[in-house]
């Protein structure tokens, strides 16, 4: 829904328990147990007709007894009575609530419903609590309170919680939040996601799910919160039974878990197999180290345990550095002889504190690795202690390099029990991670590579969009529209191949041919240009045609042509006698030396809606299972992290005497079937099997395509919101000229340097409230790779140059009703109307959107400004948090300037 009333949820002031108990053992009692022995400072109220008090508090016999409303409600009494509850608490004037209550069956609507008219948050049910540690609120009944810190963890399970406490307290990690999610009812992942985004208190999120419930508002959230921290999950059922029956290729292998992995990619989260992957994870992520690459050393008294840790490092596809002459020659003049003289730097069992001190200094300063493992193997020759504190003393928080940044990262492995605890401790109070075994180690330092791999793909910009004409489309529309009419939900191949044809994609020619004679008068007339031909059943009732004998290659004669469609025509007729046959496709046969054949597709995911696939293909497609998943839409960049993520991806890079594939041939491919699903709501399924690629470039031999029908009436709709292309316009503007007015694309960062050289430090000041901006590419990413479900910006592109003149944005608020404008105009084009064709753009935009409030803040002094958005229907009024500023507020709300408490969700139109 939105985070409106988390503030009571996750920073009350005063709490009330319906249901509390004296009964020791029961959930009453130990809620009760934990909010009095918590800290927590606010007031505390219990409720329950039975009792006069409970554990010293207390207790009152109805929430219309309490002598104020609670903030935050928790409520632990049968299914029957939650929704009066919750009505009650409405009334009163709370605002959230966390039910902890299983099995409402029915009652879970009424509980909805009963919550709706205040906009009454609801955490559960079916939920263990909520841990704030940091205030003193352990609404819960788990056996112990979470340590204070800065890790935020959600879940979905309440006995896991308990788990990950006990594991957390003795390691000296601390928590910021720990949310049980349970049913979910209201309170979801994306809503915690999108709060979180905007925590202060924590700086990296843990979380164990085993489903969602709204796919499209989770990504958006989970985007949103992994571009400033690090978002580690584990998500339950990789091997769920069941899989979805489908009628191509790509449906039988887009599993569930498969579509969950491709949406964790895509939101730059970080994904674990385990729960000692995701405690590794957040030992690395919460020390929010700063990585400029993935080499990594290791540093060692035990040669052994150096091994194994480099063993499990090229295991998980690590980069093991490669030691300088420089560092070794400076080893050499403090080492002993017998040290290893390579990576890992094994510095010989007796090692002691300066030895460790002495071989840390070159490898921290060394710039052939980013990031370095230490390692400590008990022995008798030297206290670990003393070594952990040389090496804290180095690489400690405290730490920083010669221009002022966080030094190179430092992870610490002292082995050993006992022995190692003490020093385990000193690391955890100096910043450092700290780890048990080598496995550990490298899977926690694996975790950093993979989160910073993420958010450099979050922030990879794409060479450009793929064109495709309105006469195309209309083509590709004519086509769908004949076979939904006519009540197909398969496309004949000749359609399939006529829209791949149309959205840009190479297609094999294809003669049809009605009968066996007509097959050989096809096949006379292909093989003068080609050496021989294939012949294909044309059945709209058969997907997989080789499974039914109905593929014949490499035919070298029009006699053998014929003859071999009559007899696909005789088996046909014995092994499918209900399947329709209405005729054959004669092919020239295409001949590749070098070729390979992979599989593009399309599927429709229950949870994330369309998903596009890529892998090896051909006949053995489900056999090799070497496929890769994304959701559309998507652009180049992401194209090619698709085919890397294969394992035919080494094939078409090229071996021995094969020259490397055509791989922007694939990319150009992938980017326009993801364009086709994107633009074409009814294509339901969508098989290209082969695509046959090579140097020179890549052709589709075959093709299927599946649209909505009678029995499948809607397609899910997208999880990412699409390039909204509808939106795109040109005008005229005074003075300036021709003007395209279009959403931003990531392609436009390249623009910005340009744009940004034409505003003057006055202009910048009062857009910004700052004389400079940032220009690096990870802040102007992140203003051209927008999320178009929460967030616009029209740009404004001369149509003769083609350079940037001018950027509006709304940035929106999670429930989508309010947003917050920007506008900036080349300093050289002020008072020429550029501005006010940007605003009204954005207006029209924002109204279609059914936004009904917007807001922004201008300098008193920018009375250009000001005067503008009074005569576009702004109110003024005083913004009492930024001094020297107004804030400017448009009201599109129907109802005028009434705003009701709680707005209901806007939908976004997902595609």
Same mark, same amino acid.
């Given at each position: 829904? $939105?985070?409106?009333? %988390?503030?009571?949820?996750?920073?009350?002031?005063?709490?009330?328990?319906?249901?509390?108990?004296? +009964?020791?053992?029961?959930?009453?009692?130990?809620?009760?147990?934990?909010?009095?022995?918590?800290?927590?400072?606010?007031?505390?109220?219990?409720?329950?007709?039975?009792?006069?008090?409970?554990?010293?508090?207390?207790?009152?016999?109805?929430?219309? @007894?309490?002598?104020?409303?609670?903030?935050?409600?928790?409520?632990?009494?049968?299914?029957?009575?939650?929704?009066?509850?919750?009505?009650?608490?409405?009334?009163?004037?709370?605002?959230?609530?966390?039910?902890?209550?299983?099995?409402?069956?029915?009652?879970?609507?009424?509980?909805?419903?009963?919550?709706?008219?205040?906009? !009454?948050?609801?955490?559960?049910?079916?939920?263990?609590? !909520?841990?704030?540690?940091?205030?003193?609120?352990?609404?819960?009944?788990?056996?112990?309170?979470?340590?204070?810190?800065?890790?935020?963890?959600?879940?979905?399970?309440?006995?896991?919680? $308990?788990?990950?406490?006990?594991?957390?307290?003795?390691?000296?990690?601390?928590?910021?939040?720990?949310?049980?999610?349970?049913? #979910?009812?209201?309170?979801? %992942?994306?809503?915690?996601? @999108?709060?979180?985004?905007?925590?202060?208190?924590?700086?990296?999120?843990?979380?164990? #799910?085993?489903?969602? +419930?709204?796919?499209?508002?989770?990504?958006?959230?989970?985007?949103?919160?992994?571009?400033?921290?690090?978002?580690?999950?584990?998500?339950?059922?990789?091997?769920?039974?069941?899989?979805?029956?489908?009628?191509?290729?790509?449906?039988?292998?887009?599993?569930?878990?498969?579509?969950?992995?491709?949406?964790?990619?895509?939101?730059?989260?970080?994904?674990?197999?385990?729960?000692?992957?995701?405690?590794?994870?957040?030992?690395?992520?919460?020390?929010?180290?700063?990585?400029?690459?993935?080499?990594?050393?290791?540093?060692?008294?035990?040669?052994?345990?150096?091994?194994?840790?480099?063993?499990?490092?090229?295991?998980?596809?690590?980069?093991?550095?490669?030691?300088?002459?420089?560092?070794?020659?400076?080893?050499?003049?403090?080492?002993?002889?017998?040290?290893?003289?390579?990576?890992?730097?094994?510095?010989?069992?007796?090692?002691?504190?300066?030895?460790?001190?002495?071989?840390?200094?070159?490898? &921290?300063?060394?710039?052939?690795?980013?990031?370095?493992?230490?390692?400590?193997?008990?022995?008798?020759?030297?206290?670990?202690?003393?070594?952990?504190?040389?090496?804290?003393? !180095?690489?400690?928080?405290?730490?920083?390099?010669?221009?002022?940044?966080?030094?190179?990262?430092?992870?610490?492995?002292?082995?050993?029990?006992?022995?190692?605890?003490?020093?385990?401790?000193?690391?955890?109070?100096?910043?450092?991670?700290?780890?048990?075994?080598?496995?550990?180690?490298?899977?926690?330092?694996?975790? !950093?590579?993979?989160?910073?791999?993420?958010?450099?793909?979050?922030?990879?910009?794409?060479?450009?969009?793929?064109?495709?004409?309105?006469?195309?489309?209309?083509? &590709?529309? $004519?086509?769908?529209?004949?076979?939904?009419?006519?009540?197909?939900?398969?496309?004949?191949?000749?359609?399939?191949?006529?829209?791949?044809?149309?959205?840009?994609?190479?297609?094999?020619?294809?003669?049809?041919?009605?009968?066996?004679?007509?097959?050989?008068?096809?096949?006379?007339?292909?093989?003068?240009?080609?050496?021989?031909?294939?012949?294909?059943?044309?059945?709209?009732?058969?997907?997989?045609?080789?499974?039914?004998?109905?593929?014949?290659?490499?035919?070298?004669?029009?006699?053998? =042509?014929?003859?071999?469609?009559?007899? #696909?025509?005789?088996?046909?007729?014995?092994?499918?006698?209900?399947?329709?046959?209405?005729?054959?496709?004669?092919?020239?046969?295409?001949?590749?030396?070098?070729?390979?054949?992979?599989?593009?597709?399309?599927?429709?995911?229950?949870? %994330?809606?369309?998903?596009?696939?890529?892998?090896?293909?051909?006949?053995?497609?489900?056999?090799?299972?070497? +496929?890769?998943?994304?959701?559309?839409? &998507?652009?180049?960049?992401?194209?090619?992290?698709?085919?890397?993520?294969?394992?035919?991806?080494?094939?078409?890079?090229?071996?021995? @005497?094969?020259?490397?594939?055509?791989?922007?041939?694939?990319?150009?491919?992938?980017?326009?079937?993801?364009?086709?699903?994107?633009?074409?709501?009814?294509?339901?399924?969508?098989?290209?099997?082969?695509?046959?690629?090579?140097?020179?470039?890549?052709?589709?031999?075959?093709?299927?395509? =599946?649209?909505?029908?009678?029995?499948?009436?809607?397609?899910?709709?997208?999880?990412?919101?699409?390039?909204?292309?509808?939106?795109?316009?040109? $005008?005229?503007?005074?003075?300036?000229?021709?003007?395209?007015?279009?959403?931003?694309?990531?392609?436009?960062?390249?623009?910005?340097?340009?744009?940004?050289?034409?505003?003057?430090?006055?202009?910048?000041?009062?857009?910004?409230?700052?004389?400079?901006?940032?220009?690096?590419?990870?802040?102007?990413?992140?203003?051209?790779?927008?999320?178009?479900?929460?967030?616009?910006? %029209?740009?404004?592109?001369?149509?003769?140059?083609?350079?940037?003149?001018?950027?509006?944005?709304?940035?929106?608020?999670?429930?989508?009703?309010?947003?917050?404008?920007?506008?900036?105009?080349?300093?050289?084009?002020?008072?020429?109307?550029?501005?006010?064709?940007?605003?009204?753009?954005?207006?029209?935009?924002?109204?279609?959107?059914?936004?009904?409030?917007?807001?922004?803040?201008?300098?008193?002094?920018?009375?250009?400004?000001?005067?503008?958005?009074?005569?576009?229907?702004?109110?003024?009024?005083?913004?009492?948090?930024?001094?020297?500023?107004?804030?400017?507020?448009?009201?599109?709300?129907?109802?005028?300037?009434?705003?009701?408490?709680?707005?209901?969700?806007?939908?976004?139109?997902?595609?």
């Amino acid at each position: 829904m $939105t985070i409106r009333n %988390f503030g009571p949820l996750l920073a009350p002031t005063s709490v009330a328990l319906a249901g509390a108990s004296p +009964t020791p053992g029961s959930v009453g009692y130990n809620i009760a147990r934990n909010l009095i022995s918590g800290g927590f400072d606010g007031d505390i109220f219990f409720v329950n007709p039975k009792y006069d008090a409970v554990q010293g508090v207390k207790c009152y016999s109805s929430v219309g @007894d309490l002598p104020k409303a609670p903030a935050l409600a928790i409520i632990a009494t049968p299914p029957s009575t939650i929704p009066a509850l919750i009505a009650e608490f409405s009334r009163t004037g709370t605002r959230a609530a966390i039910v902890i209550t299983a099995g409402l069956g029915a009652n879970k609507q009424l509980m909805l419903d009963a919550s709706s008219a205040n906009c !009454l948050r609801i955490l559960g049910p079916n939920c263990l609590g !909520l841990m704030l540690p940091q205030i003193g609120l352990n609404a819960s009944f788990a056996h112990r309170a979470a340590p204070a810190g800065d890790l935020a963890f959600l879940s979905q399970s309440g006995a896991l919680v $308990t788990g990950v406490i006990d594991w957390a307290a003795s390691r000296n990690i601390g928590f910021s939040h720990v949310v049980s999610l349970g049913d #979910m009812a209201d309170v979801d %992942f994306g809503d915690m996601l @999108d709060y979180l985004a905007g925590d202060t208190k924590s700086r990296a999120i843990l979380m164990y #799910m085993e489903a969602l +419930t709204n796919a499209p508002k989770f990504i958006s959230a989970a985007r949103r919160a992994a571009r400033v921290k690090p978002v580690i999950i584990v998500k339950s059922g990789r091997h769920e039974a069941g899989a979805r029956a489908a009628k191509s290729h790509t449906g039988a292998l887009a599993g569930s878990d498969a579509a969950y992995d491709a949406a964790f990619r895509r939101t730059g989260l970080v994904r674990v197999k385990t729960l000692p992957e995701l405690f590794a994870a957040a030992a690395m992520l919460s020390r929010r180290p700063k990585l400029n690459g993935e080499r990594l050393m290791i540093l060692t008294n035990g040669g052994g345990a150096g091994v194994l840790a480099a063993d499990d490092l090229q295991d998980a596809g690590g980069t093991l550095a490669t030691l300088s002459a420089e560092v070794v020659a400076a080893l050499d003049r403090v080492l002993p002889p017998t040290w290893s003289r390579a990576n890992p730097v094994d510095i010989i069992g007796d090692a002691g504190p300066d030895r460790y001190r002495q071989a840390l200094q070159p490898l &921290i300063a060394d710039t052939a690795s980013d990031a370095i493992l230490v390692m400590q193997c008990p022995t008798a020759s030297a206290d670990p202690l003393d070594n952990a504190a040389a090496v804290a003393g !180095l690489a400690g928080s405290d730490h920083k390099g010669d221009d002022g940044a966080a030094a190179k990262p430092v992870l610490s492995c002292w082995l050993g029990d006992d022995a190692a605890r003490a020093s385990r401790a000193l690391f955890d109070q100096h910043g450092i991670a700290t780890f048990e075994t080598p496995s550990d180690a490298i899977t926690g330092y694996m975790q !950093l590579v993979r989160h910073t791999r993420a958010q450099i793909e979050l922030m990879q910009t794409p060479d450009g969009a793929v064109a495709q004409s309105g006469e195309a489309q209309r083509e &590709i529309t $004519t086509l769908i529209a004949q076979a939904v009419a006519s009540g197909r939900a398969m496309l004949t191949a000749v359609e399939a191949k006529a829209i791949l044809k149309a959205a840009g994609v190479p297609v094999a020619e294809s003669v049809v041919a009605a009968n066996p004679q007509e097959v050989r008068s096809a096949a006379q007339k292909l093989l003068m240009h080609a050496p021989s031909v294939a012949v294909k059943i044309l059945s709209p009732d058969i997907s997989h045609k080789s499974d039914v004998g109905g593929v014949r290659l490499a035919i070298e004669s029009a006699e053998a =042509a014929g003859l071999a469609a009559e007899e #696909m025509q005789a088996r046909i007729t014995e092994k499918r006698p209900d399947a329709r046959l209405d005729g054959f496709m004669v092919e020239p046969m295409i001949r590749r030396t070098n070729a390979h054949e992979v599989i593009i597709g399309m599927s429709v995911d229950p949870t %994330f809606g369309p998903l596009l696939m890529f892998g090896a293909g051909g006949t053995a497609v489900e056999v090799m299972a070497d +496929t890769a998943l994304a959701l559309p839409p &998507i652009d180049d960049v992401l194209a090619r992290h698709m085919i890397a993520e294969t394992r035919i991806a080494r094939l078409l890079a090229g071996y021995r @005497d094969r020259p490397p594939a055509k791989i922007s041939a694939i990319v150009d491919t992938l980017v326009r079937i993801s364009n086709l699903v994107v633009q074409n709501p009814e294509i339901r399924e969508l098989d290209i099997n082969p695509l046959i690629v090579d140097e020179h470039g890549a052709i589709a031999i075959d093709a299927r395509i =599946a649209v909505v029908s009678q029995a499948v009436s809607r397609r899910a709709p997208l999880a990412i919101r699409p390039y909204p292309a509808q939106w795109e316009t040109e $005008t005229a503007v005074p003075g300036i000229g021709a003007v395209d007015i279009r959403p931003v694309r990531p392609e436009d960062e390249r623009h910005y340097q340009a744009f940004f050289a034409k505003i003057s430090s006055a202009d910048v000041r009062m857009r910004f409230f700052t004389p400079r901006v940032d220009l690096s590419h990870r802040y102007l990413a992140r203003l051209t790779q927008i999320d178009y479900a929460r967030e616009m910006a %029209f740009v404004a592109i001369s149509r003769e140059s083609s350079e940037l003149l001018g950027v509006v944005r709304l940035v929106l608020e999670p429930d989508l009703w309010r947003g917050e404008y920007g506008i900036l105009v080349r300093s050289d084009l002020k008072g020429k109307g550029l501005g006010w064709t940007l605003m009204q753009h954005l207006i029209n935009y924002a109204r279609a959107e059914g936004v009904r409030e917007i807001t922004g803040l201008v300098l008193g002094e920018n009375t250009t400004m000001l005067d503008m958005v009074q005569k576009l229907g702004f109110a003024l009024r005083t913004a009492d948090d930024e001094p020297g500023a107004v804030e400017v507020v448009l009201n599109l709300s129907p109802a005028g300037n009434e705003l009701i408490a709680c707005l209901p969700p806007v939908t976004p139109h997902l595609g």
